[in-house]
């Protein structure tokens, strides 16, 4: 499916609406996820279930800045979801594995929040959701970069 595929599902199943956001906006929602990678780096060595939340968190605000910048924002429903579906289509298969371990990240934060007696979160699986949170941050911050070359942004 290409991403205009994508988007006119999107718009059909009333997942996604337009809307201009500023980049300014934009900046302060990579600020979010820029401060969520600190916390949960924090929490690695104290709490590994709220360290991978947190990571994941991190995902989630890069994601919804960089729907932002496609001038989308996703609605109430299955948010989430759309934001993880919305990253892989627009980064493609060169960042599968990244935007395939996001999905995964959503999956294991929704049984950590709602059923936690189903999911226990080991150092190694909270290092690991660091380091994903960090490159995808990363990833999104060089593509907004790289579509909006003429706009100062502050990371």
Not at 18 to 26: L, Y
Not at 127 to 132: E, H, L, N, V
Request: proline share 3%; with cysteine; glycine share 4%.
């Amino acid at each position: 499916m290409t991403c205009d595929e994508f988007l006119k599902e999107c718009l059909a199943q009333s997942l996604i609406k337009p809307e201009k956001i500023g980049m300014d906006q934009v900046a302060k929602v990579i600020a979010r996820a820029r401060q969520d990678l600190q916390v949960a780096e924090k929490l690695l060595s104290i709490d590994e279930g709220h360290a991978y939340e947190i990571a994941y968190g991190a995902m989630l605000h890069a994601g919804r800045a960089f729907m932002f910048t496609k001038g989308f924002r996703p609605t109430t429903n299955f948010q989430h979801k759309t934001v993880v579906a919305f990253a892989a289509c627009f980064l493609g298969e060169a960042y599968k594995t990244l935007t395939q371990r996001f999905d995964y990240m959503r999956k294991n934060r929704n049984n950590f929040i709602y059923e936690p007696w189903k999911f226990h979160v080991s150092l190694t699986d909270a290092q690991g959701a660091f380091k994903a949170a960090q490159e995808f941050v990363a990833l999104i911050m060089q593509e907004i970069k790289k579509e909006h070359p003429q706009k100062e942004l502050p990371f």
